[in-house]
Nanobody, 124 residues
C-alpha cells in the first residue's frame, strides 16, 4: 500500500515562493499520475496541478497556470509543487494524491491515495 507524505508548507508573504514535496512509500510510484489539490477554510477541495507518470504531461488549474510548476523525480519517489508569486488566495491545506492510472485528471475521483496535507498560509 502506497503512502504519501507532504512537506514544505508554511507561512509566507504575498509575492513569495514555496516548494511543496510529496514523498511516496511503496512500489510503482512511477506508474501513476500525481495530483496536487488544496482546500481553503469553508471551501471545497479544488484541483491545483497534475503530472503524468513519466513527467511528460502536466495539467494546471487556471489559478495555478503560469505561477505553479509541478514536477516529479521517480527515482526518489517524490513529486513537487513549486509555487511562485503567491497571494492570499493560495492559503489552503495542500494535499498530493496518487492517480488510479496515468490520466492527469482534474477530478479527485481519479486519485485513490491521498496524503494528510500541509498547511500553506500567505499573508498580504
Amino acid at each position: 500500500q502506497v503512502q504519501l507524505v507532504e512537506s514544505g508548507g508554511g507561512s509566507v508573504q504575498a509575492g513569495d515562493s514555496l516548494r511543496l514535496s510529496c514523498a511516496a512509500s511503496g512500489p510503482n510510484f512511477g506508474n501513476y499520475a500525481v495530483g496536487w489539490f488544496r482546500q481553503a477554510p469553508g471551501k471545497e477541495r479544488e484541483f491545483v496541478a497534475a503530472i503524468s507518470p513519466h513527467g511528460l504531461s502536466t495539467n494546471y488549474a487556471n489559478s495555478a497556470d503560469g505561477r505553479f510548476t509541478i514536477s516529479r523525480d521517480n527515482a526518489k519517489n517524490t513529486a513537487f509543487l513549486q509555487m511562485r508569486r503567491m497571494n492570499s488566495g493560495d492559503t489552503a491545506v495542500y494535499s498530493c494524491a496518487l492517480g488510479r492510472g496515468a490520466e492527469i485528471s482534474k477530478r479527485a475521483m481519479f486519485y485513490n491515495v491521498w496524503g494528510q496535507g500541509t498547511q500553506v498560509t500567505v499573508s498580504s
